[in-house]
Each structure stands twice: as C-alpha cells, then as structure tokens.
C-alpha cells in the first residue's frame, strides 16, 4: 500500500486545525498524523536534528555564537539560512493543513482554515527572516565601520594574528574620541579625549581623560611628527585655539598633508600625541562623532541621566548669545537625542571639565541602557546609525578578540582619572607628573581584583560622596588628587 493510499483524515474540521497547529509547532507531527508517514518522519528528524544542534550551541557555544556575530562571511550564511528554514517552515505548515483538512469543509470553515494558516506562517516566518535581515544588517555595519585588511594605519600595530590578537601584549589601549563635528563646523574637532588602557587578562580598565585645551603636547622622539613640528610639540605662536590638543585631528594634516600613511592622518596623529602626553603606546582608536549622537540615543528610545548643575541649550559665552533654554537639576532624567546632545555639549557657563564629566557619564549611560532588548527590537536604527558616526581604526578581523574582552571589562573593575586642572596645568602641564599617575593607576588595576565594586562613602552608606567643586583659571593643580568613580561622579548629588 503507498504512502498516498495510506493517508487520513481526522473526522472533525477542528481536529484538522489543531493538529495543524502541532504540526506548526514541531513540524513533522501533523504529517504523521495526516498518515504521511515517510515525509513526516523525515520532517520530524530534520527537526529534531535542528533543535539539538541549536540547543547544543546555546548551552556549549556561546563565544562562538558571538565570534559569529561579528564575522562577515558566517553572518551572509546567517543572512541566508535563516530565511531559506523559515521558507521550508511555511511549506510544511501548509502542506499540514493541506493534509489534514477534511473533504467536505464549508465556505466559512475555508476562511477560518486559511486564517490559521496564514497566522501560524506569519508567527514562524517573521523572526526568522527579521534574524536574517539583521544578520545582512551586522555584516555592513562591520565592513563600513571597522577597517579591513587592505586599509593603511601610521600607528595600529603590526604583528597581530587571530592567535595572539594583542601582539603580546598584556594590555590594549585604545583612544576614544568624541568629535564635535557638524554643518556649522569645518572639520572634527574631538572635545572628548579618552584614553581606556585595558588588562587583556582580567578586564581591568582604567580610563584616562585628558582636557581639549592641553597645550605644549609632545610627539613621540624621532617620529616624523616631531621632525616637523619645532622641538618635538605641538605648539606655536598665533591663536592659542590652535595649539590645543584637539586641534591636531585637524591641523595636521592640513599643515602637513602626506606625512602620515593612512587613511585617517588626524586620527593616527592624535594617537601618537595622546599616547606621548600620558607616556602610553596606543593601539586602536574609535571615533564618535557628536553629529549623529542625537539619532543615536533616538534610536536607543533615550538615555536616563542624573543632573547636578543647570545645562545650557545652545548659547555662547563669549559671543554674548543667551541660551534657548536650560536643563534642569534632578535625578533620573529621561532624556531625547536632541536634550541628550545638549547634555554633553552645552557649555555656556561652564567649564571644559564640566563638560568632560558630561560626556563620560553620557557615554556611561548609554552603555548601561543598550540592554539586549532594546538593542534587539531598535537594531536595524541602531546599526544605520552607527555607521554614520562611528570610525575606528580597529580591524575587523580582531572583532572576535575584542568580543572577548569586553565580556571581560563588564566583570572587570574600572576606575577612571580626569586629568583637570586639580592635577595640572592644562597650559603648562607636567608631563612627568602625568606618566607617573599613568603607571600608579595600571599597576593598581593590574592588582584589583576583576569585579565591580560602587565606591561608598564610609560615613553614610545612602549618601553619595560630593566632590570638591571643579575650579577654573590659574587654580593650582593638586598632583596627588585620587581616581575618581565613573559611577560616583555621574551619582545625583542633589544642592542643599
């Protein structure tokens, strides 16, 4: 007797559609129900096959399951399994309900037939083509953001393999810049100067800030940078604006076109320059360009800061223009792209580092808001963002590494000096004494132990420390002022 011969169909039309939801469910059982014996055994063990793979890999194969997510070639296969199994998924459902569906069934049982199938295909088919859009989606964000292998760096290093990403190296140290950039501005001028020196090993970070108006910054000795620029420094008579430390992703370059082989000279030269003034050699370098900060947190849906102080929308000080508006002190404010923007760049009124904190604790919240969730349901606005703001310097091919290690910072214990004008003179700075907090601060997180731990004021665990007030002008310096919290500093202290 054929496979044909032998089929059923239930008696009822109701039992027709809820076997037809089984058989959606774990497809091959509707099948065998139907008496579809050969192919709905060989359905089923393609199933079954599928669902231990995808549990073994979920439960043993984590790390992997995130290499994957930053590998253009397995995410294109992604890209194309995923809607192919989809597919196949909403032939089974059909050809289930084809199978099962009684001969004699009314116009209205029809509908009500075509309905659930329709629903049961739009339940299956839609994550799984939505994966694999996102899975196409990931591979341009890594090939548009992250540097490929035939493009040209003045400082990345040399001898890096998918082995020993780090070259050896018991630490990674990479430069993060926030860049003002926009219509009314000619070129990027990086108001945010970060450095995150991380221990491969454990995650231990510590994060190092330097103010945009450094001056007197130093080249490496013997670079070409210091041939070019009398006594190995950037600095000169003429605007003092010129010569401050975030002038160099511009300037240099354009006094100097041709000197750095790469692809971005401002970015190699800040690097070089950043490193020299905090006595670091730094490897990689991720731009974010405060142009598209205000879509980024939109698509994110806001960022949750604290407030300590007034912020000013728009304004400038010296040009006598009063602000549109103000944002006001309070906890837990909830913020747009547009006021988020302003958090982190109004400066009328206020210091550079005021602004500096600003930034950190902008930056901070958005890394502790970006949770799966919302990442997952805002992602395709998220990455088409992404690219439009983000450059780096970092190559794709050690994405996977750097998966690694950022698992391992989340565990990690971060600490965080800003080196303001309570430590030096930002006209006049003393680099020695800068390399030296540079070193104590690495040796004591090399010490740490790898786990958060929110610094609390001993005398009163529910208050949150208050810090000295930052001061402006010619204030000295105290070189023994300790690491501060990121977590403290961005806490709502609220005025008494």
Sequence with gaps: MTDRRRRRRPASFTSA??????????????????????????????????????????????????????QPDTLRLIGIVLPVIGLAWMVVIVLTYRSLRPWNVSPLQRILGSALVTLLVLVVLTPLAVGGRYAQVQRGVVQDVFAGSHSRSATRPKNVTAADPWAGQDRVNVLLLGGDGGKDRAGI??????????DTHTGNTVLFSLPRNLEKVPFPPG??????????????????????????YR???????????SDNP???????????????????????????????????????????????????????????????PGPNQHLDGYHALWFARGRYGADDYQRMLRQRCAMKAIIDQANPGTVLT?????????KHIVLTDIPSSLLPAFV????????????????????????????????????????????????KKPAIPKDNPNKTAKPTPTPTGSATPDPNAPADSLADACAYRPVK
Excluded: C
């Excluded at 001028?189 to 991380?198: F, G, K, L």
């Excluded at 300037?251 to 082989?261: I, K, R, S």
């Excluded at 971060?414 to 003179?425: E, G």
């Excluded at 020695?432 to 740490?448: D, F, G, P, Y």
């Design 378 to 386: 805002r992602y395709e606005a998220i990455a088409k963002t992404s």
């Design 223 to 248: 670079s070409s940078l210091a041939k070019a620029y009398k006594g190995g420094v950037y600095a000169g008579p003429g605007d003092q604006l010129e010569w401050m430390i975030n002038s160099i």
């Design 404 to 451: 690694d290690l950022s698992m391992r910072v989340k565990g990690g214990d971060v600490k965080s000096i800003a080196f303001t004008n309570k430590i030096i003179k930002p006209w006049d700075p003393d680099y020695k004494l800068i390399h030296k907090r540079v070193s104590t601060a690495i040796t004591a997180s090399e010490k740490a132990p790898p786990t």
């Design 266 to 328: 401002g970015a190699d030269a800040t690097k070089l320059a950043v490193g020299q003034a905090l006595g670091l050699k730094l490897d990689y370098y991720v731009l974010i360009n405060l142009q598209g900060f205000e879509q980024l947190v939109n698509a994110l849906g806001g960022i949750t800061v604290n407030i300590n102080e007034r912020v000013a929308i728009g304004g400038a000080t010296d040009e006598g223009i009063k602000p549109s508006g103000y944002l006001h």
């Design 189 to 198: 001028r990086p108001d945010s100067i970060q450095v995150a020196s991380i």
């Design 251 to 261: 300037n240099v370059p354009a006094q100097h076109p041709g000197l750095l082989d």
């Design 17 to 70: 559609l809820l076997l037809t939801v089984v058989g959606a469910l774990v497809p091959g059982l509707g099948l065998l129900a139907a008496g579809r014996r050969r192919l709905g055994a060989a359905v089923l063990t393609v199933t079954v096959a599928l669902l231990a793979v995808t549990a073994w890999i979920g439960l043993t194969q984590r790390r992997s399951v995130l290499h994957w997510l930053v």
